[in-house]
């Protein structure tokens, strides 16, 4: 039994491993590429960037890690010759920064009411708030569109902030956090002369740090990724994030968008990093109290 046990966390082990390489190698191959020369890129990767072979290799592909001559001609030139690259950059964090802030402001009290509130009403206000989390944010564009336009905001940054503001994903997970706190708890605070406000900063909000964490994060990547409502919602390209604009980056300078990639790919990870344990916490459901 004990070798049977054995092996099977071996596997479990190896399988495990092998998808983490396999998630990791993309992200890893962009750092290290974003530290070659134009030259070595194309002699590594032969005809892939190519725009004149129709979209099929002719070449041997070399996936190399470490560059043979490191070299920051790349970022000088997106970071200091080039600064409509940081430009859009700093177009991304205007966008995203207040998203993530009003979209958890406003999930926390929602996710309050819709804990202390009692009633039919309150179950089919929560049942729409799921069908809405259900649909991808391609079939709500038409409607962003055309809401914005009704607005006079159509091709502002208020055209993406808005709506993200009032994302239902971050509402339906709070909730759910916030329905494993005691009752008790609760009671406990109205007895000691406590409001909805204290029960709210004090009782509530501590209790569910993990969730909000975890909420943050998540918003933050899904909209730092963003692609379509920015093409949609916002012509001028200007005012569009780098996400977009990375995707324009034409195939004379594959380094260039390694290192811009690199950037971009900075503030996600540093977010991760600083607040992973909070994430795993947040997801694994663990936000109760424990005692």
């Known amino acids: 039994m004990k070798k049977k046990r054995y092996f099977g966390r071996g596997a479990?082990?190896?399988?495990?491993?092998?998808?983490a390489v396999a998630f990791l190698l993309p992200t890893v191959l962009t750092i290290t590429n974003s530290f070659m020369s134009e030259s070595e890129i194309n002699a590594n990767y032969g005809m892939v960037f190519s725009?004149?072979?129709?979209?099929?290799?002719?070449?041997?592909?070399n996936l190399k890690f470490i560059p043979d001559k490191v070299t920051l001609s790349q970022y000088i030139t997106g970071l200091v010759k080039s600064p409509e690259y940081l430009l859009k950059f700093w177009?991304?964090?205007i966008l995203v920064v207040p998203i993530v802030i009003f979209q958890v402001a406003i999930a926390s009290v929602a996710a309050y009411s819709f804990t202390r509130w009692r009633g039919k009403l309150r179950s089919g206000i929560f049942f729409f708030y799921v069908i809405l989390m259900l649909m991808p944010y391609q079939v709500t564009l038409v409607?962003?569109?055309?809401?914005?336009?009704?607005?006079g905001i159509l091709n502002t940054r208020w055209s993406i902030i808005f709506p993200g503001m009032f994302a239902p994903f971050s509402v339906f997970l709070l909730t759910k956090f916030m329905r494993r706190i005691p009752y008790s708890l609760i009671e406990a605070a109205k007895v000691d002369g406590a409001g909805e406000w204290d029960i709210f900063t004090k009782i509530c909000l501590p209790q569910c740090r993990s969730a909000l964490y975890s909420i943050a994060i998540l918003v933050f990547i899904d909209y730092w990724n963003m692609v379509e409502q920015p093409l949609i919602l916002l012509q001028d390209a200007e005012s569009q994030p780098l996400s977009v604009f990375l995707s324009s980056i034409n195939a004379g300078e594959i380094g260039l968008a390694f290192a811009m990639a690199t950037v971009y790919m900075i503030p996600s990870l540093l977010l991760f990093l600083h607040g992973e344990e909070y994430l795993v916490e947040g997801i694994a459901n663990s936000g109760s109290v424990k005692g």
Do not use: I, R
Request: aromatic letters at 20%.
């Open 12 to 19: 479990m082990f190896l399988l495990c491993a092998f998808f």
């Open 51 to 61: 725009t004149t072979t129709g979209g099929y290799v002719s070449e041997k592909v």
């Open 91 to 93: 177009n991304s964090v």
């Open 143 to 151: 409607p962003n569109y055309l809401v914005s336009d009704w607005l």
